[in-house]
């Protein structure tokens, strides 16, 4: 195999493209060299669930034809992988559950759609937690999912295989899904870049629903300035959305300056559970930043249980799975986890009044959000409390606590490497700004990102 094929995988989605320009690598190429990846990796790490490499070919033959008649899409010949949430006409849609004999959706996801249009080579199906509900990134009914970096570690969830192949190489981005977080924790677990982008800015149709006020579709990818690629192909009015809307927020001009930013920053993590080594290498992180943060203020968080809130969000999200599941509840032959039931059948038990004050939770966390952007520009935390842990270990109930403000209050948020914990495993940061601010947030990202410069080693994973 030539250099160039091997390189296909180390590389970006914007280095990728500019390859493909050049000539200096073709469609072909990049796909098969992501197709070898996952013939090596996948058995091992079980990123993807479904991976059609005849169809992955034919798309790539497909570009290298466009690319020879220069009738280009944005991500023309880019490999993309798809978290197994979202509908591929002629293909299942499992959700991570035990379904066996699924119907085949009849229409792409909107924001495959999108993807196909771009000219994007569709990897396949990736794995995520059962029914999409958790941050572990397993489901029982399937393989594990193992963190390139090490093996005997989680991912992050629930777009676990989504993380997994862009890290590992098996992909160069990845399309998933973002309630409480579960693009951003992988994302940090994993030392990618992640965007949950403002709510209703990119169409959810097509994509298996959680909780309609929190469901957004989310990035993940290697650098940044790939991460706004991806976001100007699928961002859009979709008139089939109920949460799309046609006078948007419109995006704010990336126009923040770096060095007269006015940052918020929490006032006591510990108190929050992020455990030590994370609040070590977030204040290394911010340390390293210096002058770029500008003015940093403690905010005023008396009034806001973090904890609380997310419990709120899980409630909304088990309520409606209720709806959204109803049939694989009822499945006694194909049953789900005694786990999944359980979440399921505590909503079950409560009343309408408290899924009315758990939805007031998300009023409530808009008007914080009002607030609390009215006297800062950006909110910066450390993604997660804590880093990858082993898989045999329960989910930490505290994982989604730092990214359910922003998918509560419909707000943007990015996430991107900040540096490494001690125990050699990545650790995100996360920049959350105002409904509407998701360019402003790349641009920072971008900028926090050359500064920092800890973004590992792509692709990850021992390929032997």
Aim: with cysteine; aromatic share 4%.
């Amino acid at each position: 195999m030539n250099q160039d094929v091997v390189d296909a995988t180390s590389s970006g989605v914007c280095q990728t493209l500019a390859a493909l320009a050049s000539g200096n690598i073709g469609p072909v190429d990049v796909a098969e060299a992501c197709l070898q990846r996952a013939h090596r990796l996948n058995p091992r790490l079980g990123a993807f669930v479904d991976l059609r490499q005849a169809l992955v070919r034919e798309q790539a033959q497909a570009s290298a034809h466009r690319r020879r008649e220069h009738i280009l899409g944005r991500l023309d010949g880019i490999p993309i992988a798809i978290k197994d949430c979202f509908d591929i006409a002629g293909w299942p849609t499992r959700v991570g559950l035990p379904r066996a004999a699924v119907e085949m959706a009849t229409h792409d996801a909107a924001a495959v759609t999108r993807l196909r249009a771009a000219g994007a080579v569709l990897m396949g199906k990736t794995a995520l937690d059962e029914g999409q509900l958790g941050a572990h990134g397993q489901s029982p009914h399937y393989p594990p999912v193992r963190h390139p970096l090490r093996p005997t570690h989680t991912p992050g969830g629930s777009s676990s295989g989504a993380a997994v192949a862009v890290a590992s190489g098996m992909a160069l981005a990845a399309l998933g899904a973002d309630g409480l977080g579960s693009v951003r924790i992988p994302a940090s677990y994993c030392g990618l870049v992640a965007l949950k982008p403002t709510h209703g800015e990119i169409s959810c149709v097509g994509m298996t629903p959680g909780a309609r006020r929190l469901d957004c579709v989310g990035i993940l990818a290697r650098e940044v300035r790939d991460a706004v690629v991806m976001l100007q192909v699928l961002a859009g009015y979709d008139a089939e959305d109920a949460f799309s809307r046609k006078r948007r927020v419109a995006f704010a001009l990336p126009d923040l300056e770096p060095g007269r930013l006015r940052v918020g920053l929490l006032p006591d993590l510990a108190a929050l559970g992020v455990d030590d080594a994370m609040q070590q290498v977030f204040a290394r992180a911010l340390d390293t930043l210096g002058d770029l943060l500008g003015r940093c203020h403690r905010v005023d968080c008396a009034d806001w249980d973090f904890a609380r809130a997310r419990r709120a969000g899980l409630l909304l999200l088990e309520a409606e799975m209720l709806h959204t599941f109803a049939a694989d509840l009822l499945d006694v032959a194909h049953p789900v986890s005694p786990r999944f039931r359980h979440m399921l059948d505590y909503a079950r038990g409560k009343s309408a009044a408290d899924y009315v004050a758990a939805d007031r939770m998300l009023d409530a966390a808009r008007l914080k959000a009002r607030r609390l952007f009215a006297q800062v520009d950006v909110l910066i935390t450390p993604t997660t409390p804590s880093g990858a842990y082993p898989l045999q270990q329960a989910e930490p109930a505290n994982a989604a606590d730092l990214t359910s403000f922003a998918s509560l209050s419909g707000c943007p948020a990015v996430s991107i490497p900040m540096g490494m914990l001690p125990d050699g495993l990545p650790a995100g940061l996360q920049i959350v700004g105002p409904p509407g601010s998701d360019l402003r947030l790349l641009e920072l990202a971008e900028v926090f990102a050359a500064a920092l410069d800890t973004t590992p080693v792509f692709p990850m994973g021992n390929d032997s």
